[in-house]
C-alpha cells in the first residue's frame, strides 16, 4: 500500500486532491504500523513470566513520554504567546490573540 500511494503521489501531476488523497494514504499506513507494532510488543511481553511487572512499566514509560509532551507543548504555548504580545506593536486584535 506505501508503493502504491507513492506511486499515486509521483503520478498526481500537481493535482492537489491527489496529492492529499496519496499523502492521507501514507499517513493512514503509518498509523496503522505503529498500532501494529504496538500491539506486538504487547503480545511479546504477555509471554514472559515477569508481564505484569513489564506491562506495568510500559504504562509508566507512556505517561512519562506524554507528559514530557505535554510539558514541551505548554512551554511552546506560552513562548509563542509571547512572542505574539511582544511583536503585537499596540495592535489590539494581536493582543487579544497573544492572551
Given at each position: 500500500?506505501?508503493?502504491v500511494s507513492g506511486i499515486k503521489m509521483m503520478s498526481s501531476m500537481d493535482k492537489s486532491d491527489k496529492i492529499k488523497s496519496a499523502?492521507?494514504?501514507i499517513l493512514n499506513i503509518i498509523?496503522?504500523?505503529v498500532f501494529i507494532?504496538?500491539?506486538d510488543y504487547i503480545f511479546y511481553i504477555a509471554q514472559v513470566p515477569t508481564f505484569a511487572v513489564q506491562a506495568k512499566q510500559l504504562i509508566i514509560n507512556i505517561a512519562i513520554v506524554l507528559g514530557y509532551l505535554a510539558g514541551a507543548a505548554f512551554v511552546g504555548a506560552?513562548?509563542?504567546a509571547g512572542f505574539?504580545?511582544?511583536t503585537?506593536?499596540?495592535n489590539e486584535?494581536?493582543?487579544k490573540k497573544a492572551k
Amino acid at each position: 500500500m506505501m508503493v502504491v500511494s507513492g506511486i499515486k503521489m509521483m503520478s498526481s501531476m500537481d493535482k492537489s486532491d491527489k496529492i492529499k488523497s496519496a499523502r492521507t494514504g501514507i499517513l493512514n499506513i503509518i498509523i496503522a504500523l505503529v498500532f501494529i507494532k504496538l500491539i506486538d510488543y504487547i503480545f511479546y511481553i504477555a509471554q514472559v513470566p515477569t508481564f505484569a511487572v513489564q506491562a506495568k512499566q510500559l504504562i509508566i514509560n507512556i505517561a512519562i513520554v506524554l507528559g514530557y509532551l505535554a510539558g514541551a507543548a505548554f512551554v511552546g504555548a506560552i513562548f509563542y504567546a509571547g512572542f505574539l504580545f511582544m511583536t503585537a506593536s499596540g495592535n489590539e486584535d494581536a493582543i487579544k490573540k497573544a492572551k
